[in-house]
């Protein structure tokens, strides 16, 4: 570029030359400290994870955290800085283990020490070498206070003497506190683990389970699994931990009182292994009232899940007082096996706690008459004592570590009951044999069924039905009279109104309390003739289905109510039982395929986001789905469009825009 300018009336011309060059920005001077921080970064997140290779001391001090202690106080720890959790801390791996002992060993609880012995045993080992160096500190007390007392030793055997006793308390004191915080350590990590792989297996299991035969894993009950059965998994590896430290206190703590008071112990064991006979005994009682608290539980939690899903349709009929008495009742059920397995325990914890008292009473009486005059000098009662505290701490671990593994034991048979329920049958379905065939499906030799409820049962549960019926209305009139004129809308209803509703009412739930399930039931449309399969009986069945459906074209299947139309799409969903005999039924997939059942299920958020669900947002696909599914004039009668924020299963928008989000929701997701 040229520039003329006047100088001294001459005229001279001036080139300056475009600078292309980018301004240089000042860069940020580097500490030496970030950078030092950035390598012990780079160096955790590139090495092994350092709980992976501690050791037994490391384990002891968790000096394996002090990687982590140094950046964290330097900078903010993120997920991107921390380096793999070690392969056997996993989940995957622990959940993909416990299953294969699950299906090997037949059970959780066998699966568990299957995988964990050998730690089970290594841990039991310390444990012992624990106690016999705690229990042991009474002994060198006692050897310690005899040399003072006695004033054989002088000089410098004196102080030798002394100096020995006492190292040896330090030191087994140490070892004994050590071996504990390592053997805590190594525990919890076992529980964690086990807890995940649990939870791991039971969600895997949720998304493979049948949900339409019949079976007693509600959503209630598959709450409880997660919530309080995996957890209790954890919880029993650190009372595993409290019934070894209290086994091995008895053992060594009997021991040295053997040494210590020769054969009045005699009389110190009998009383003491009577009364723990007989609390060992009532636990058996415990246990009985455990799993009938258990049971009624999941009988109230399915009844309350019930009134929830349905508690706009309860207030529209008028049956708030029929629930409320009913749960009342269910309530109550649960309360009583309550009761009576605290009353239980409460009388075994009082054994427990007075045993040892009682074990000592009867000991000392017995020192006094067989060895008076040696039996209360100061070393042996000082060391008496020492043992004994140590015997009654592991008395009072006892009662309650027993009562929480019959509540683990409950637990893990309702786990295994689970993981071991009926799965979506799938392995007839072949998928995309022949992409380019005209037909969508094929299926061939299609043979079903539902399998029918026991009649014995059936006729046991209609009893028990009419009895508790019989007692509701009693409940209900009984409560009817102690509310408040102000508390609910049916005061003003008669006692009539109240016995109707309660004749009318069924919670849809024909294993608990419905009689007109069972009679509907057995009223079913039969497709050919019930037959015997093995020990099964069937309830419904489809025989020899064949058909195919072609692509591009609209097929419709009809027929009569119960002729077996829903129970043709469930069959090939898998959630039938097909017969396993020649020849076997085939099911051909040639694409993709979508299923849409009679109940959408949306979730508490946009329109788009439950038709995106867990995709990336395509706009051309979305207007592709909306366009197809007849969704477009829904959205425009919405203020906020697309962006429409849902309620709960979509309450806020009529049946049929439903329909249509889930079908454009299933367009999508092609």
């Known amino acids: 570029m040229s520039k003329v300018t ?216 598959i709450i409880t699994y997660v919530q309080s059965d995996c957890q209790k998994i954890e919880d029993s590896i650190s009372k595993f931990s409290q019934i070894l430290e209290a086994s091995w206190q008895i053992v060594f703590g009997y021991a040295v009182c053997i040494y210590l008071i020769q054969y009045n112990v005699i009389a110190l064991m009998i009383t003491f292994f009577s009364m723990t006979a007989f609390t060992l005994y009532l636990y058996k009682y415990i246990m009985k009232y455990e799993i009938g608290y258990m049971i009624a539980k999941d009988k109230k939690m399915q009844l309350l899940n019930n009134v929830l899903k349905n508690v706009k349709y309860i207030k529209l009929k008028v049956w708030e007082l029929y629930y409320h008495a009913k749960l009342y009742l269910r309530r109550e059920n649960e309360l009583i096996n309550q009761k009576k397995s605290n009353f239980v325990f409460s009388v ?79 392995e007839f379905i072949e998928k995309n044999p022949n992409p380019d065939s005209t037909f969508a499906l094929e299926m061939e030799f299609g043979n079903f069924y539902w399998v029918k409820t026991d009649e014995k049962l059936m006729k046991e549960k209609r009893d028990k039905a009419r009895k508790q019926k019989k007692t509701v209305r009693i409940k209900a009139k009984q409560i009817q009279k102690q ?62 289905i064949e058909f195919v459906i072609p692509k591009g074209q609209l097929t419709i299947i009809f027929g009569k109510s119960g002729s077996g139309k829903s129970s043709l799409l469930y069959a090939l969903l898998g959630e039938m039982n097909h017969k396993y005999e020649e020849p076997l039924p085939k099911l051909k997939i040639n694409g993709q395929v979508g299923f849409m059942s009679q109940k959408p299920w949306l979730m508490a958020k946009t329109v788009k986001e439950n038709i995106v669900m867990d995709l990336p947002f395509d706009q051309e696909k979305f207007d592709h789905a909306v366009k197809y599914s007849a969704l477009e004039d829904d959205l425009k009668l919405f203020a906020e469009g697309e962006n429409r924020v849902l309620q709960e299963n979509g309450e806020n928008v009529s049946g049929g825009q439903r329909t249509r989000i889930e079908l454009a929701r299933m367009i999508y997701q092609k």
């Open 6 to 221: 006047e100088n001294d009336s001459k005229l001279r011309t001036v080139t300056v030359e475009p600078n292309n060059e980018e301004p240089l920005i000042p860069r940020k001077k580097v500490t030496k400290k970030e950078l030092r921080l950035e390598k012990d970064i780079a160096r955790l997140r590139d090495r092994p994870h350092p709980l992976d290779q501690a050791g037994v001391m490391s384990s002891t001090f968790f000096w394996w955290v002090n990687p982590f202690l140094s950046i964290g106080n330097r900078t903010s720890l993120e997920q991107k800085m921390l380096p793999d959790a070690p392969k056997r801390d996993r989940v995957e791996t622990n959940e993909h283990s416990l299953m294969s002992f699950f299906f090997t060993r037949g059970g959780v609880g066998k699966a568990i020490i299957a995988m964990y012995k050998l730690n089970f045993f290594k841990n039991a080992f310390l444990m012992m070498i624990t106690q016999a160096s705690f229990c042991s500190l009474a002994l060198f007390m006692y050897f310690l206070i005899e040399d003072i007392g006695g004033g054989k030793y002088t000089g410098d055997d004196r102080t030798k003497r002394y100096g020995m006793w006492y190292g040896l308390i330090v030191l087994t004191q140490l070892m004994g506190t050590l071996l504990t915080n390592y053997i805590s350590c190594d525990l919890s990590r076992v529980g964690i683990r086990l807890k995940n792989a649990t939870l791991f297996a039971v969600y895997k299991k949720i998304l493979r389970v049948n949900v339409l035969n019949p079976s007693a894993h509600t959503e209630a009950n």
């Open 348 to 426: 075994v914890f009082f054994l427990n706690w007075i045993n040892p008292t009682t074990a000592i009473v009867v000991s000392v009486l017995s020192m006094l008459v067989f060895d008076s005059q040696n039996a209360f000098t100061a070393a042996r009662l000082l060391a008496f004592m020492k043992v004994l505290t140590t015997i009654l701490r592991g008395m009072g671990n006892i009662p309650v570590c027993i009562q929480f593994f019959i509540e683990v034991r409950v637990s893990i048979d309702r786990l295994n009951s689970f993981l071991d329920a009926e799965e979506i049958k799938s």
């Open 483 to 544: 509310i408040n004129n102000n508390d609910m809308l049916l005061l003003d209803q008669s006692e009539k109104s109240v016995s109707v509703a309660m004749s009318v009412a069924s919670d849809g739930n024909f294993r608990t309390s419905s009689v007109h399930s069972v009679s509907k039931l057995r009223q079913r449309t039969l497709v050919g003739s019930l037959k015997e399969d093995g020990e099964k009986k069937l309830d419904f069945e489809l025989k020899e």
